[in-house]
């Protein structure tokens, strides 16, 4: 079992930065692929970004490249997403994801646990 809290979510106006984190409780979360991805109103939720269980890939949605960084610390149980340039289309909730594959990672049936979701909300 694994539990995932997400946090650093917020108000920020476009162009500016944000930095989520989600942290995993259990041992297993070193040979677990993480995902991010987000649910804007009215809207079905979107894959945005993943990395393998060890970093040594990483995969993006066409409308964050370049701009959003996925990153993980294995010691802290933790991934990151650095967002950066963010613009008003980005506002949505931001979940993390874990699966226990490393193929896949862009459907959201590959993932076997979510956590709840922090929202990020972009000013124009």
């Known amino acids: 079992q694994v539990q995932l809290v997400e946090s650093g979510g917020g108000l920020v106006q476009a162009g500016g930065s944000l930095r989520l984190s989600c942290a995993a409780s259990?041992?297993?979360?070193?040979?677990?692929?993480m995902g991010w991805f987000r649910q804007a109103p009215g809207k079905e939720r979107e894959f945005v970004a993943a990395i393998s269980w060890n970093s040594g890939s990483t995969y993006y949605a066409d409308s964050v490249k370049g701009r959003f960084t996925i990153s993980r610390d294995n010691a802290k149980n933790t991934v990151y997403l650095q967002m950066n340039s963010l613009k008003p289309e980005d506002t949505a909730v931001y979940y993390c994801a874990a699966a226990g594959v490393n193929y896949g990672l862009g459907y959201r049936g590959t993932y076997d646990y979510w956590g709840q979701g922090t929202q990020v909300t972009v000013s124009s």
């Open positions: 259990g041992r297993t979360f070193s040979s677990k692929a």
